[in-house]
C-alpha cells in the first residue's frame, strides 16, 4: 500500500509541475502580442502650437493586431524633477512596449517643465508637480473623449510613471488642487477645485515616487502598486523629515486604510533603481531590473482589474461591446527584496 501511495504522491510532483509550464500566457499579465505599433507625436492638448503644444504631445503605443472592442489604457509618465525629460525617456518606451505586449494601450506623454536649472526648491517641486497633474488631467479626458475610436475602456485607465511621474500620478489620485496649493501658501480656494475626483483611475503604477502628504491617502480608494529602491537618496524610501512620502510609507498608510497595494523594495539600489543614481546612463542590467518592476505591476494590475471570475466574465462582456464597471478586491502586501 505504501508503495501505491508513494508512486501516486511522485506521479502528482511530476505532472503539477509540467502542468503549470503548460499554461499559455494570460492576456494583461504575460507577452501574448509578439508585435507592439507605435504612433509617435500625437497631442492632447487640442489646437495649441509652439512649445505649448510639445508639451502636450504623446506616442501611443498598441498591440498589433488585436481585435478587442475595449481595452485598457496605462497613461505614462517621465521622471526628472520637473525640469528635464521627455516621453522619449528609455524607461516610458521600454514600459509602455512591455504593457502594450501583454495587451493594454500605452500612452508616453509630455507635460509642463518648469525652469531649467539644477536648483530644486519645496515650493518649485510642488508647483511643477502641480502643473503636471492639471495636464494629465487634461490627458486622461482627451482619452476619456477618444475612447470609442481609440478602442479604450474608460473604466480600466491606469495612471503610471517613474520619480516625478510616480509623484504626478499619486497626486492625481489622491490629492485636490487645493491641497496641493497650500503647501505652498496658496490659498485662494476659488481659483481651485476643493474636491478629489479619483473615479476616472482605476489604479496606480508608482515606481520610485512619492506622496507629500500620506493624510492624502484618505481621499480615495485607488489600487496602488509600487516598487523602490530602499536607498533612494532623491525620493526618500520610507519619510526622513522632508515633505514628501515615499512607497514604504504609502504602503503602510493604505495597509492601515485597506486600500489594495503591493510594494516591491530593492534593498540594495537607490534612485531608478541603480547602485549608484546616474540620469545619464542606464546599464542592461538596471533595465532587466526595470522590466521586473514592471512584471510585478503587470501581477498587481491583472488581479485588481481582470483576475476574479466576475472581473474576467466582465472583461468578456466588455469585449463583446457592452460595459460594466471593474470589480476589485482587497490586497496589500509588502513583496520580498531582491
Sequence with gaps: MFKYILSGCITLYIVFPASAQMRGPIKYKDDVFSAVTVTKNLSYGGDLTGPQK???????????????ALRPLIIWMHGGGFKFG???AAGIRLWSTSFARRGYVCAGINYRMGSKNLSFRFNDLVKGC?????DAQTAIAWFK??????????????LAGNSAGGMI?????????????????????????????????????NFWGGIFSTDWLQNARVPIVSVHGKKDGIVPYDHKGYPLYGSFAIHHTADSLHIPNQLKTYDDYSHELQKHFNPFFVSGRTKKRWLEAGQFAADFLYNELFGNRTANFRMEERDAGTACPPSRSGSSAEDGSR
Design 54 to 68: 510639445r508639451a502636450t504631445l504623446f506616442d501611443l503605443y498598441q498591440p498589433a493586431s488585436d481585435s478587442t
Design 86 to 88: 521627455s516621453k522619449e
Design 130 to 134: 502641480y502643473d503636471a497633474v492639471q
Design 145 to 158: 473623449a477618444n475612447a470609442v475610436r481609440l478602442r479604450i475602456d474608460t473604466n480600466r485607465i491606469v
Design 169 to 205: 500620478a499619486l497626486q492625481a489620485a489622491y490629492s485636490s488642487n487645493a491641497e496641493m496649493l497650500h503647501l505652498i501658501g496658496n490659498h485662494d480656494s476659488s481659483l481651485v477645485s476643493q474636491a478629489v475626483d479619483a473615479g476616472h483611475i482605476a489604479a496606480i503604477i
